[in-house]
């Protein structure tokens, strides 16, 4: 997933604390890339099963072409799912972001267990730059993050980053693009495509299996506490149910610019109306959504065709939509999906 869609690409975290400034961060610009077996704090080099040998290694991205001459010993991942991603090569990072507060390691309970050694949490927005510099990292991951590029400057001064790919500005990347970069970026690229293939064929099999899904219209959107917003295509969320047949809803894809969503009205819920609607909530309940008289009142909610998710798990493992999330999203999401639709 990319961040909610109602506040313009702007992921608000409740009860975390607030991150770094860039003020801040510009004190870090002459910052060295460093690595090393441990810094002052004990933390351990990232766990990594041997690469392919393809070093130095090259990964295309929006700012150019970036290199990395060895197999990384300590990775930070800062983008939304990078940790997922190298963690399901069998990388564990040294800092990682925890976009969706999980606690913990930050991972969802289909990604438990993968790591040996707790990694140092990094703040989201605003990267906490003296903390990701004081882990010495040889490689920095930020795949699918907003494309910033004093962001992507930054942390490109601390050690190697791999940033968003061309057209991949506001989170706009799927789980296999994520995949193939951060494959490349480690060494790992057969290791990469072979767990594509093997989740693409997942997604295949759900298609086969409902073949009602096949051209119906779908809408994704959520609500916060104070505004309604829907996904566009190019969004995790987004690329999820295209590959299962369904099409994003053509209303929200004709208001689509370059954000990741777009804003709805409660004046013009209506425009959520699709064969599907499919709601999550952020920030407030399922309850909040589903009561709604409004919301009750779009077509598809009056047909019964839509689903709210409840669910905590599920509604992250949809959001997250890393190579590791899907599989869970497709156990638990698809049967939904049907239920739904009949």
């Not at 999820?240 to 709805?264: D, T």
Request: proline share 6%; charged share 25%.
């Amino acid at each position: 997933m990319s961040p909610r869609p109602a506040d313009s690409g702007v992921r608000r975290r409740t009860g975390r604390t607030r991150l770094l400034t860039g003020a801040l961060a510009l004190t870090l610009m002459g910052a060295p890339a460093a690595c090393g077996s441990s810094d002052e704090s004990g933390t351990q080099d990232s766990a990594a099963q041997p690469s392919d040998g393809a070093f130095p290694a090259k990964v295309a991205t929006k700012f150019g072409t970036v290199t990395v001459d060895e197999a990384p010993k300590r990775v930070v991942a800062l983008g939304w799912g990078d940790a997922e991603a190298a963690l399901s090569l069998g990388v564990q990072p040294v800092g990682a972001s925890d976009w969706l507060a999980f606690g913990g390691d930050g991972l969802g309970p289909w990604a438990k267990g993968r790591y040996d050694k707790s990694p140092q949490k990094i703040g989201t927005l605003e990267p906490e730059y003296e903390k990701i510099a004081a882990l010495k990292p040889d490689l920095i991951l930020d795949t699918k993050s907003s494309g910033d590029r004093t962001r992507y400057d930054t942390l490109s001064k601390i050690a190697p980053t791999v940033g968003v790919p061309k057209g991949g500005d506001q989170y706009k990347i799927s789980w296999a693009k994520q995949t193939t970069m951060v494959a490349q970026a480690l060494g790992l690229s057969d290791d990469g495509e072979k767990l594509i293939a093997e989740t693409e064929k997942k997604f295949t099999d759900a298609a086969k299996a409902h073949p009602e899904f096949k051209g119906k219209t779908i809408t994704l959107g959520s609500r916060t506490a104070s505004a309604w917003g829907a996904y566009v295509r190019g969004t995790g969320r987004v690329d999820f149910v295209e590959r299962l047949g369904f099409e994003n809803n053509p209303a929200i894809e004709a208001k689509a610019g370059s954000a990741f969503s777009v804003p709805v009205s409660e004046e013009n819920l209506n425009l959520l109306d699709a064969d599907l609607t499919v709601l999550a909530p952020i920030g407030v309940t399922a309850k909040k959504i589903s009561s709604d008289p409004l919301f009750k009142a779009v077509p598809s909610v009056r047909k019964g065709h839509s689903v709210v998710f409840d669910d905590k798990n599920i509604s992250s493992a949809f959001a997250m939509d890393s190579v590791l999330s899907v599989d869970y999203a497709l156990e638990h999401v698809v049967p939904l999906f049907a239920t739904a639709l009949k």
